[in-house]
């Protein structure tokens, strides 16, 4: 099986291709397959708000649907959004807080991505997914000390890049981006319903089955 890597201009060149909605689609779908990270982090933290990020989520998906794109109501969610990010004065770090702030970020990203149709903030979205897990396996999962992505060396790339959950990720945009691009003459209404419900589906084991 071919190695699949990340590559934001690769990414790019295919979000451009897409319409202003079906861009905002693809960020919310990286963002939602994120959110139980978040779930987890405020539960052994006592910190977060999860109830809060995931309505600012379901009400994104709403506003792709509807063609919803008053700046002013866009503005305040992406405040909120901000604010559920985890900061260093919240408290003392924690195991989670990385995934935490990848997947506040994404939604945030996804969110800024509804308001300009900008295809970067889309491309960060996909990118806070493939760090949330790169964090996740160098860190978390194996109890090793993260080290900074550029100081890699291209065999300790090509490990973690390997990793099964990291290919999977990388698959499911690679899909999404393939599906969206099939569809680029049905409109955003048709296709939220799918894409969240998949999405959803999938956030249950974005880091792996779910005790």
């Known amino acids: 099986m ?15 291709r897409l319409p202003r909605a079906h861009r905002a689609i693809f960020a919310a779908a990286c ?8 779930a987890i982090y405020s539960k052994k933290t006592g910190r977060g708000q999860p109830e809060s990020l995931s309505d600012v989520l379901v009400w994104l998906w709403g506003a792709i649907a509807s063609g919803q794109y008053e700046s002013r109501v866009i503005s305040r969610k992406i405040d909120l959004a901000l604010q559920l990010v985890p900061r260093e004065d919240d ?65 300790d790339i090509a490990q973690v890049t390997s990793h099964p959950l990291i290919q999977a990720e990388l698959e499911r945009q690679n899909r999404d981006l393939d599906d969206l691009l099939g569809s ?28």
């Open 184 to 211: 680029t003459d049905r409109n955003a209404n048709e296709l939220v319903k799918s894409f969240r419900e998949r999405a959803i589906a999938e956030s249950q084991f974005f880091f792996g089955p779910l005790s």
């Open 31 to 38: 963002a939602e397959r994120q959110l139980p990270g978040y």
């Open 2 to 16: 071919t190695l699949l890597y990340y590559s934001e201009s690769q990414l790019l060149k295919k979000i451009e």
């Open 91 to 155: 408290g003392p770090w924690a195991n989670g807080t990385a995934s935490a702030e990848d997947a506040s970020a994404s939604v945030v990203y996804a969110l800024k991505c509804h308001s300009s149709g900008d295809s970067q903030d889309a491309v960060w979205a996909a990118r806070r997914a493939y760090e949330n897990l790169d964090n996740y396996i160098t860190t978390e999962e194996d109890g090793a000390v993260s080290w900074v992505s550029q100081s890699k060396l291209p065999a």
